[in-house]
Nanobody, 114 residues
Framework: VQLQASGGGWVQPGGSLRLSCTAS????????MGWYRQAPGSQRELVAL???????DYVDSVKGRFTISRDYAKNTMYLQMNSLKPEDTAVYYC?????????WGQGTLVTVSS
């Protein structure tokens, strides 16, 4: 599975960004997709997950601000990020899980600062 993430950039606190992740080349159904992030000097952490027909799940720090969604026809996952805070600054990675493995995209940098 190849994952192509895009949509990162610089935004002021309180602003919004939408990340996209398009999957291609999968021989097996993608059961779950997710967004992770890694801030400088920190470990990678889960931000949000979305399964096939399942309820999305979020880390507490982004609940009410971020929304994960999937467009199955386009094989694309999105992360709408609103009310961004400086602590959201990180490289954001998308992932996809099939019955044979977990795959990662290349990461997209989100910088929140004034």
């Amino acid at each position: 599975v190849q994952l192509q993430a895009s949509g990162g950039g610089w935004v002021q606190p309180g602003g919004s960004l939408r990340l996209s992740c398009t999957a291609s080349g999968s021989r097996f159904s993608i059961n779950v997709m997710g967004w992770y992030r890694q801030a400088p000097g920190s470990q990678r952490e889960l931000v949000a997950l979305i399964g096939n027909g399942g309820r999305p799940d979020y880390v507490d720090s982004v609940k009410g601000r971020f929304t994960i969604s999937r467009d199955y026809a386009k094989n694309t996952m999105y992360l709408q990020m609103n009310s961004l805070k400086p602590e959201d600054t990180a490289v954001y990675y998308c992932s996809a899980g099939t019955r044979v493995g977990i795959y990662w995209g290349q990461g997209t940098l989100v910088t929140v600062s004034s």
